[in-house]
């Protein structure tokens, strides 16, 4: 399982949906020996065609000649109706989606997607006070 670790740092999170993503050649071992990597990826609607931007695949060791280039643009699978609800809630309401994780069910590759809202730099001050604290509570109680 792959995970994108600073859209919970940089994000609030208010949904999360399963999407299937649509892979080439020798991609989908990369992905199973853990070579891909979701940092400053970002998903935008085209077309009514859902992408997922900057996801860096590593070329697989042991593949043949034809390659496909790392950071290509992905197409994510949606259902029309799941596609047309994320496309106004983006434009109303002012969330954008984020890659949170990949990971694999029944064989297939699924991403979760994120529909969140950025955080202001007071909030993730915040967030980083109450690591804090439970950090220093966890070592208290580890020294009793």
């Not at 990826?41 to 790392?70: Q, R």
């Amino acid at each position: 399982m792959i995970e994108n670790r600073a859209a919970k740092f940089n994000y609030f999170i208010e949904d999360t949906i399963e999407a299937g993503i649509a892979l080439e050649g020798c991609e989908v071992k990369s992905i199973r020996a853990g070579a891909m990597t979701l940092a400053d990826s970002f998903i935008k609607i085209t077309d009514g065609e859902v992408f997922l931007h900057n996801a860096n695949i590593s070329v697989y060791d042991k593949a043949s000649a034809f390659t496909p280039d790392p950071k290509r643009a992905r197409k994510l699978l949606f259902h029309k109706k799941e596609i047309e609800k994320l496309s106004r809630k983006i434009k109303i309401n002012g969330y954008t989606l984020v890659p949170l994780k990949v990971y694999f069910v029944h064989g297939k590759a699924k991403l979760s997607v994120g529909v969140c809202k950025g955080k202001k730099l007071y909030n993730k001050k915040e967030t980083i006070r109450e690591r804090d604290i439970a950090r220093l509570a966890q070592r208290d109680i580890k020294h009793i």
